[in-house]
């Protein structure tokens, strides 16, 4: 099936019928295509500039030529889900960064809810990580469910408000690996695969890991630095006190030298003191911050 040149069209929608090739060229106001549920092997979408929702899923399509020829700064809504496309990494959507919705994965329904006649083996082969999607940062829904995508959650944008990553379709897929680090904070009041609450429990998880790495970093550089000055401290002690024992002074001169070293050792003490005192004041503070992050890691999931 041929659009060609219909330079006023802005939507076309041709979903629930048996197309096997689909051609849309030249259609400078299309702002809308829908091609759904046909038998489509072959898509070609060539000068639609103004494009912003395209959905060809549940066709036969392996080949994702026609994003090349989208328009990244105006496409928002993008669904591919129940193709067959080759095997291949996430980098190919990683232009289009103003895309709200993501669907990529493979399921046992369509949208109309009506189950889908496939072969085991017909279904998106999308592998790897997540990290082509880091600047998506206008992303709202994304699923990637029963493909091989097997990490990458840290760079999911916080803008995700709807996930999807089951394995109900295919249990043996590599996105299984994302599902089970999600469940390890499912709780008995959760009902059903909820990949959305339980990617912001992950993500909760994570920056508050975060924060209690960087302290603990924190504590041990500063325990380094005062071992290394008590160190340093006590080898010129040292050094002193064998040059006095070499060269001992008048006595004039060694009493006038033994009140500036106490007058010295003095303002020395006091201002480690006071280092000391600031540095267990920090830590004793960033141990309090510490445990009540740990408290809030291990108790949000059951008062959510």
Partial sequence: MNVDNLRKLEEFYCQNNQLKKLNAKNL????????????????SIINCPQLYILDC?????????????LNPQELTKLFLGN?????????????????????????????????????????????????????????EKLDIS???????????????????????????SQVKKIEQELKKFSNLELRGDNFTQLLSYWKTDSKYKKIITRQEQKIKQLEEELVTEREETQVSA??????????????????????QEINTDYLITSQENKKLKETIRWLEESLMIREKLENQ????????
Avoid at 240 to 256: C, G, K, S, T
Wanted: glycine fraction near 4%; aromatic fraction near 12%.
């Fill in 297 to 304: 890691v291990e108790v949000s999931p059951k008062n959510q």
């Fill in 238 to 259: 040292e050094a002193m006190d064998r040059f006095y024992r070499q060269n001992p002074p008048r006595e004039d001169v060694a009493l006038i030298n033994i009140l």
């Fill in 146 to 172: 029963s493909t091989d995508l097997s990490s990458g959650l840290e760079y999911l944008p916080e803008s995700i408000k709807v996930f999807n990553c089951s394995t109900n379709k295919r249990p043996q």
């Fill in 57 to 69: 899923s549940n066709n036969f399509l392996n080949k994702l030529d026609f994003l090349n020829h």
């Fill in 83 to 139: 193709n067959i496309f080759f095997e291949q990494n996430l980098d190919c959507f990683s232009k289009f960064i103003n895309l709200t919705d993501l669907y990529i994965g493979n399921s046992e329904q369509g949208q109309d809810g009506s189950l889908l006649q496939r072969k085991e083996n017909e279904y998106n082969r999308f592998f790897g990580s997540l990290k082509p999607l880091f600047d998506m940062t206008k992303l």
């Fill in 28 to 43: 400078i106001s299309l702002r809308r295509l829908e091609c759904y549920k046909n038998k489509l092997n072959d898509l």
